[in-house]
């Protein structure tokens, strides 16, 4: 039964993603004609567009182990297609914690430039395709309980890319046959068996009138489905944003105050999500990357995210320093606290407790620093 607590949380998270997005746009509406800009005397502009272009070359660096990773996947699911045994399985399995890592740390950092109108009508959409969850498993492939649910057990549900991206999603957001998860349930939660038929003329078997009609036709569904995710994923990455496709403005027409903001409305989103993630980090059956185990390097990709923007390399908080000292020190111990917590190889509840109030309170400090830089453009354009 699917938890409707959970698909609650996700649509809100979804929601919450497509206010920040449209916040971005019009953010990017206000840089068309930006008139005069009043810089802070407090603020060092060199330190703002050092924070851009370290952001900007760590953005490029994701994004191509980004690319290879997800090449090495497709490679290994060729292969476990090829040769469906455990060995096989757990080289996918590797392939998949490595390219869902680099797609979360790609995706929790904020984008270099204001994104072009377009990119951001259709990067909700498509960060749904490629990573949603939690996801209900018995709508993509049968359980022990119920032996004939799931698409891949519908035999009236033809088996092709069309198919899988017209029932993503059909009624519930929890309803998954795209993307990292539903990829993950399949080759970390089915045997290599399952993978298994009887006589394999390609890595790929395609869907023909024998194969139909075979003991092994729920089998090459499945191979079918585990494919084409597989594929859908390659395609969609190639769709994320990069470094040349985001920016609606040259670097002349960018103001280094708002620039300055968006990247702290970006934190703030990466610091509600972390919460989100962290809340369900002990729940049986839920977090992110349950099946793989990787709820906790989930998390720490975010926390490690917010790191990286405010300390080195982006350095935001040398930019903010001048303002706020005492709270750019308190952000930093706060993260540090949060960091060693997802470290831990084993996280106990009471640790797990902890973990989650200390994120907690990573919102209010980002928040209060978004207020102090807000007072310093204030003051700084009375005064001028």
């Known amino acids: 039964m699917v ?196 006589t394999l003329a390609s890595p790929r078997v395609e869907t023909t009138a024998d194969a139909q009609t075979n003991a092994n036709e729920i089998i090459v569904r499945r191979r079918l489905v585990l494919d084409m995710i597989t594929t859908q994923i390659t395609l969609d990455l190639d769709h994320w944003p990069t470094e040349s496709t985001e920016s609606a403005v040259d670097e002349a027409g960018i103001i280094l105050t708002s620039e300055v903001d968006r990247l702290l409305a970006a934190s703030l989103q990466t610091a509600r999500l972390a919460i989100t993630e962290a809340n369900r980090l002990l729940i049986p059956g839920e977090g992110h990357g349950i099946y793989s185990h990787s709820t906790g390097a989930a998390l720490k990709g975010k926390v490690n995210g917010l790191n990286q923007i405010f300390f080195a390399p982006i350095n935001l908080g040398k930019v903010l320093s001048p303002l706020a000292a005492d709270a750019v020190a308190e952000l930093e111990k706060t993260l540090r606290e949060a960091a060693d917590l997802c470290d831990l190889a084993a996280i106990s509840e009471v640790q797990e407790t902890r973990l989650g109030l200390v994120l907690l309170t990573l919102p209010d400090q980002i928040e209060a620093l978004s207020a102090v830089m807000t007072k310093a453009m204030a003051d700084a354009q009375v005064k001028s």
């Open 3 to 198: 938890n409707h607590l959970l698909t609650r949380l996700t649509f809100a998270v979804i929601a919450t993603t497509r206010s920040l997005l449209i916040g971005l746009a019009l953010l990017l509406s206000a840089c068309a004609d930006p008139g005069p800009a009043v810089i802070p005397t407090d603020i060092d502009t060199a330190n703002i567009k050092a924070s851009l272009a370290a952001l900007t070359a760590l953005r490029i660096e994701r994004h191509q182990r980004l690319i290879l990773d997800a090449e090495s996947l497709r490679r290994s699911i060729d292969e476990l297609l090829l040769v469906p045994d455990s060995q096989h399985q757990q080289t996918a399995q590797a392939a998949w914690r490595n390219a869902h890592l680099a797609f979360i740390d790609l995706a929790t950092l904020p984008f270099a430039k204001p994104l072009i109108e377009p990119l951001v009508d259709s990067l909700a959409p498509l960060l749904y395709q490629i990573d949603a969850w939690p996801i209900e498993p018995g709508y993509l492939d049968t359980l022990p309980a119920y032996p004939d649910s799931g698409l891949i057990s519908d035999l009236t549900v033809t088996i092709t890319p069309e198919s899988l991206r017209e029932q993503n999603g059909f009624t519930d957001s929890s309803e998954v046959s795209l993307g990292f998860h539903a990829l993950e349930y399949l080759i970390f939660d089915r045997d290599s068996a399952d993978f298994l038929v009887s």
